[in-house]
């Protein structure tokens, strides 16, 4: 009987320490997705003398220079623009895709080479507070951005407004309209089918559609892009010109090459859009920092570049040459990572690039040239979903709502404005596929 | 000058009330997503070397879009529509090259007496040759490729140039017969070209998620992957005589009416473990009244081959008879300047297919993607574009004034053949080398080529062509640090599988095209000020006729509606080549024996050679043009 006394509570001893270390490791993995996605549910990002509604400009920026990246405290200190606070707030992502991280944690690894990556599905891959101590963090970063929920399952920009602006003249030299789709075969947590499109021969991870509207001399181009999702493989593109008619795969190395004259290389779309191991990724920190992340229906919109029956207007641009967003800014969780090009012939020595962390969209990067010297900034700003057009409230996607790409030794910008549309029926599956643009070039 | 164009008003006011009738809806509603219209108003001003201005092109070109998604069982339903008008200025403003004052009195080489004009050659008493100079006067003509190369002891005849209305000469009915105002507004004509396309657009959708989507109306049907020529993508003709073989396809092929229908299918699994990315199965049917190519009529600025001059010189032979220099008891050292009389020598008529359900075009394509490979399976059977030349017909013999069908006389009709053409073609990319390879091929039987070792001087011959492109950004950091050049570079072969070619007493007699040709392009294109300067050079050279293009441009956005183009079109290398010209074919035996030819057979070529008329195959679309060089500034404003 002792002996069975003593088996009892041994076992009793047993089931309890388990129970509570699985307690405790739940526990530990809600704490992680807390963090992860809910970053201001407990604490408000707080910074000594800034204030919800206040301005920084040329005059009292010095004071808030830990919180601006350098290269746009450099504007505001020449006086180029300024930064409109607004308060910190959450943008919350998509439950399902939050649920989806939280089913995976942990079964998620990279692989051996940088590009490599194991047990995805869906969802966040690395939840985890980056650590200065892990080599491979900044990787880890770039992962969650491009598994991020971006534009979500799927989604356009429709239409997309890129404006050419000479900075000193402030001449708009050119306005190109796009519409833009976007499309992801794998990691859907949404919209069905989940959490994959099939059939997907090729393995691919996402598909972006592009039509230009206007001006005349491109209309009717048309870009499809096939990512797959083996990060070491290259796109696939094609291209319709409108002017030959006629459907050209194209060479897609060339990622750093100007996209239709616009001062964004294709590798820059959205933040990164190259591989994964077409750079080495630096962890460079954790901070608090001015991002722009904004309510669209609470701005000064511009009356002009854009009307149709909804009511919607886009961003207005203002500052030196009409380069800068009139939106305001938000105090908020940064990853600063470094991106070094592993091509010692690519035009960048390196990007630095602020990523969000509650969304892992990139709203602000610094890029530098061969040298080292500042070449180009680019501004993504965030609209909150559930203040933006109807059909996106409570889609969980952060709406790139704004661009701004500056190149500062040329003098020159480009600007983004869009209508981003979280709608499942504005990007059918067989938008995806090549023949489409056949069907749809006239 | 004032000048009234036949049947203007008519097409004024067609095409004032289309598109007032395209305009009204849209007006309404032009703001509106789900409708558009737009155009442009162009002036292409080209000036050439040694000739002055070779164009002063103004076109108005009107497009609409009018969408109305869901009709009935049809999704994505739309009609678009294409209005095009030009003015080409160059035969006002330099008329004695190519309006109603061109060509002028011509003298044509002879062996006795080093030249003669036009209606004074040898005439022998008691024949048949000699013609009724008052028809066929010495003026108003050039002879024939004299702006390419001297007579040289070879065939030599005047071609009429003036339009059709000014000198009716060679003019042919129904094909090369245009008026000074069709030269001057080409789109104003018969086949109501100035709607340049006009179709709706419908899919139906299947719960497969498969889509039958068609388009039915005037349009154009581009199969293929390649740029400038043409393998696969000949479901339309293409009108030459507007830049020769220079203007994007978009703007020359002739739009037909067509009903072209794909089914989509999207990504497909054929059986287990194995998928298409992308597959489509389309049907075209070309139920449009048959058009050949415009090939430019003799005295327009672009006349491809030189061939509408020769066509319109030889059919001034047949209906009116004219002087053919060096004929007579000719030898490699010449002969005598020869007048023929009329229905001996020449073209008689060409016969265009007319419409029947028999004489539409019929074409199929499957084309899909799998991973990194792009590809097309094609198969067509389309009636030639390209003239064929038909000897056979019943003449006069010059000797015996008897009419029949003589052997190898150069007496003929125009045909356009039924070709039946199979191909495919394949695009890959490269990650390795990054680098796009285009591939496309077709094999075509039922093509027609001139012969002279036949009776009737063509024969059929299987033609395999095709073409290998590579394309690839390449960096050139010292010219441009943030943009690379495209590079295109295509290799176009073609290989008459049934080539026939014999050495005779004075050369070679046959088939004059080459039996294995290449001819190569390359583009080089770059980028400046944001893609609002973009320069280019393209090249051509043809392996085998030694010739070759260069056409350096540069593009100016000046804004979002205006842009300016300037570029010049230069030849380099070979131009005339000779070949034999069935001088010596004997058709009218003895009579026409070929002095120090052995036993010379009826109909048989010596060959007897010289540049006119079959070297221009053998020269090409390259070689032809060695004296066309031209500046060229075009200033587009879009609206």
Sequence with gaps: MKHNKMNTLTRTLIAGCTAGMMATATFAEEAVITESFYPYKTETPQFEGLQPGMVINQDNVAQFKEVIDPAFYRFIEQGWTTITVGETTSFDLHPNYVEATRVSLGNVSLGDKVGEINGWQAGRPFPQEPSADDPRAGEKLAWNYKYGYNWGDSAAIYPFYWKYRDMDSGDVERTIKFNFHFLNYKGRVNQEPTPEITPNPSDLFRAIYVQVLDPADVRDTQLLIHRAADDLKRDNSWLYLGFQRRVRRLATGQVTDAFLGSDLMIEDFEGYNGRISDMNWTYKGTRYMLMPFYNHNELTLDSETHQDDDGYQVVAFSGKGGCFPNITWQLRKVYEVESVPVDESHPLSKRVHFMDAQTFTIPRTVSYDRKGSLWKTFTIGQAHPDHHLPKNKGSGVSIDDSFSMIDVQASHCTTGQFKGQVDPELTPTNMFNVQYLRATGS | MQTKIKGLSLWCAALTGATGLTLAPLSQAVAAEDARINGFYENATYARDGVGLSKF???????????????????????????????????????????????????????????????????????????????????????????????????????????????????????????????????????????????????????????????????????????????????????????????????????????????????????????????????????????????????????????????????????????????????????????????????????????????????????????????????????????????????????????????????????????????????????????????????????????????????????????????????????????????????????????????????????????????????????????????????????????????????WIVTDNLKLTAGANIKVGDGARKFDDCRSCNPWDPFTQTPGVVNHQPGESAGLSGYEPLGRFQSGPIGMAQEEDEVQLTVRYSF
């Design chain 2, 57 to 555: 092109r103004n076109t108005v070109q009107l497009e609409g879009e009018k969408r109305y998604g869901d009709v009935g069982i049809f999704s994505n339903v739309s009609v678009n529509a294409t209005l095009r008008g030009t003015y080409d200025g160059v035969y006002d403003l330099n008329e004695d090259e190519y309006g109603s004052e061109a060509g002028g009195p011509i003298q044509l080489q002879d062996l006795a007496q080093g030249s003669v004009p036009h209606g004074g050659g040898l005439v022998v008493p008691g024949t048949e040759l000699g013609f009724d100079i008052t028809e066929n006067p010495n003026d108003g003509m050039v002879v024939l490729g004299e702006h390419l190369h001297p007579q040289d002891n070879g065939v030599a005849f005047g071609v009429p140039v003036r339009p059709c209305d000014v000198d009716s000469r060679g003019c042919i009915d129904d094909y090369l017969d245009k008026d000074e105002d069709e030269l001057r507004f080409q789109e104003f004509n018969d086949h109501l070209d100035f709607i340049r396309e006009l179709y709706v657009d419908f899919d139906l959708n299947f719960d497969s998620g498969n889509v039958l989507s068609t388009r039915l109306g005037k349009q154009q049907v581009i199969w293929g992957r390649t740029d400038l020529f043409r393998v696969l993508d000949v479901i339309n003709p293409v009108d030459y005589s507007r830049n020769n073989i220079y203007d994007e396809l978009e703007d020359i092929r002739i739009p037909m009416w067509i009903l072209k229908t794909d089914y989509r299918m999207g990504p497909t699994e054929v059986f287990e473990g194995f998928a298409f990315d992308d597959l489509n199965f389309q049907v075209v049917w070309n139920f449009d009244e048959f058009r050949p190519h415009d090939i430019g009529q003799c005295g327009q600025p672009n006349v491809i081959l030189d061939a509408g001059c020769f066509f319109r010189g030889m059919n001034n032979l047949w209906e009116n008879g004219g002087t053919v220099a060096n004929f007579a008891g000719a030898t490699p050292d010449g002969g005598l300047a020869t007048d023929f009389g009329p229905g001996q020598i020449g073209i008689r008529r060409a016969n265009l297919p007319s419409w029947k359900l028999s004489n539409t075009q019929l074409g199929l394509k499957l084309e899909g993607v799998y991973g990194d490979l792009g590809f097309s399976l094609n198969a067509l059977t389309y009636r030639s574009q390209l003239p064929s030349l038909r000897g056979g017909i019943p003449a006069e013999n010059a000797f015996t004034s008897e009419t029949a069908v003589w052997p190898s006389l150069i007496a003929f009709d125009i045909h356009f053949p039924r070709v039946n053409l199979v191909g495919g073609s394949l695009d890959y990319y490269s990650q390795g080398i990054d680098t796009v390879f285009r591939f496309e091929t077709a094999y075509t039987s039922g093509e027609e080529f001139a012969n002279t070792l036949r009776e009737r001087l063509y024969s059929e011959s299987d033609v395999l062509r095709y073409v290998i492109g590579a394309d690839k950004n390449i960096f050139i950091p010292f010219l441009n640090e943030n943009q690379s050049f495209l590079f295109s570079g295509q290799i176009f072969g073609q290989h008459i599988l049934d080539h026939e070619r014999e050495q005779r007493t004075y050369g070679e007699a046959g088939i004059p095209d080459w039996e294995h040709n290449w001819i190569g392009t390359l583009l080089i294109q770059g980028f400046y000020m944001n893609n609002r300067l973009t320069p280019k050079l393209i090249t051509a050279h043809d392996f085998r006729a030694q010739a070759t293009t260069l056409a350096p441009s540069v593009d």
